[in-house]
């Protein structure tokens, strides 16, 4: 016959392996979260670098329209 004992460690080494199971999965999600996160911080720092470099080619473009107009002494406000 099974005792108290018995069946209260049998109860309890479930419960932990459930546990265990149950924080395996959130340790997955959060690499999957954290790795997404990563991804997204990538792709933004390159889209800055494009528009910085699209933004100062337009800029210099436009600088020299302007200076070929005539308006040297002018500086363009950029805001």
């Known amino acids: 016959m099974v ?3 018995e069946t209260t460690v049998t ?3 479930l419960v932990f ?3 265990l199971i ?3 999965r959130i ?3 959060i690499d999957n979260i954290t790795a997404m ?3 997204i911080a990538r792709k933004m720092q390159a889209m800055e670098e494009t528009l910085k470099w699209t933004s100062d080619s337009v800029k210099d473009k436009f600088e020299r329209i ?3 107009l005539g308006n040297e002494n002018e ?3 950029w805001k």
Do not use: S
């Open 3 to 5: 005792n108290l004992t």
């Open 11 to 13: 109860i309890a080494a």
């Open 17 to 19: 392996i459930v546990i």
């Open 22 to 24: 149950i924080l395996a």
């Open 27 to 29: 340790n997955r999600q």
């Open 37 to 39: 996160i990563k991804f």
């Open 66 to 68: 302007d200076k070929k």
């Open 75 to 77: 500086e363009i406000d």
